[in-house]
């Protein structure tokens, strides 16, 4: 194994100067000292005109090319392999120049092709300026235009559409620059590349970004068709209350609780809405159980005439009472009604109706079971009492119904109003914005 490695080792050097570029042919019989000589000469005079390669040796013995100096690369020694092969009466090439390692030597390339590149860029800087002039010449015009009101406003359906029409317009007046100056530079070349590496940092960034993307693109398309209104009652996936504003990023709500309620955009564009404002009447429901034994035809039926007789409910859409279910010790009834509720508050008008029907069936004789585990510590006492309700009158002759104006909503309403006008230039809800 030793033996191997040392025999490799002893290879190296002649398999790095080994060419593959040896001439082919005929080898001569004679032995000709003169074209020797003349093949020295023109190999020679052909390295002078040539960089690279002034500390190159050229002997010829026989045919036989024999190279030794030194280069700057392992390229460069190559190419002299080519070139000599070429010379006519070249029988073998032993090219044995090797690649030198002094600093200097190595450095001084480097150091002309520095200033040359600097002689060219101080040649070119006349052109350079004035490509730089044209491109921010064509810049400031386009800002000129991004900054005046009309008549982007008037073409875009609110205040941040428009500034996507301003932002849209600095890219194309920036890229409109930038082509006219490559075009004077000569490099229209590089805009391709240019436009590819924009391409790939634009769609990593893309990656990198895409729920921020997504809540953009969603702020844009409800605020073009708007789903809800400044002071718009809505749910959306649980969450209920007042539209305060709709932002550029999120969806801001007042909860009847008196809490703000932040939801990103793109969570309300793929939510279901649910706008309890857009039409006036709202239907309330309610459920009360009676005692299996009641006679249900006179129940729905008394029940049905108190909620009519309530002013708050309207009289169309009709109130309507049904059986709902039918459990071990009670029957559910089912009853709904219609308020108008821009002046009826919905939740005081429910309350109203369920403490009414009540106060009718007590006074009709109509039971409403117990609960299960009520304990009644007098059964004479609890019959007296009753009666006493049974005696005291009719439904129609019932407490008077009590006050279900919505107050409330409109004191939240007075709020979000006082809260827009805080913060009146970050709001994409306009008034002639297209509804769903």
Sequence with gaps: MRILIFCLICLIPSLLTAQVDQPTGTIEIEDNALQDAAIANRIRDILSELDGFEDITVTVNSGIVTLRGHTLDSDTARRLSALTSRIEGVVAI?????????????????????????????????LLTIAIAAFGLVVLIGLLLARLQQPWNR?????????????????????????????????????????????IVGLAIGFAVRDTV???????????RQPFRPNDTIEIEGDTGKVIRLTSRATILLSFDGNHIRIPNATVFKSRIVNFTRNDERRFLFELGVAPDT??????????????????????????????????????LQMAAWVAQHETSIVLARGEAIRGTMRAFEVAGISIPEPGMRVLLSTDEHESHVDKKRQGGSASTGDAPQDVAATADSELEQ???EERLTQQGDDLLTPGALEE
């Design 295 to 332: 006679d249900l035809a006179m129940a729905r039926q008394i029940a049905l005439d108190t909620i009519q007789a309530l002013p708050f409910v309207l009289e169309s859409p009709a109130a309507s009472v049904w059986i709902e279910a039918v459990g071990d010790s009670t029957v559910t």
């Design 214 to 224: 997504e809540n953009f693109i969603a702020s844009i398309l409800l605020s073009i």
């Design 155 to 199: 073409l875009a359906p609110n205040a941040f559409i428009a500034d996507i029409y301003r932002q849209v317009l600095r890219l194309v007046f920036i890229v409109a620059g930038i082509v006219i100056a490559l075009d004077i530079l000569g490099a229209t070349a590089l805009l391709s590349t240019i436009l590819g590496a924009a391409g």
């Design 94 to 126: 032993e090219n044995e120049v090797t690649e030198t390692t002094d600093v200097v030597e190595r450095l001084n390339p480097a150091i002309l092709r520095f200033e040359e590149r600097l002689k060219q860029a101080i040649a070119f800087l006349p």
């Design 415 to 417: 709020i979000v109003a």
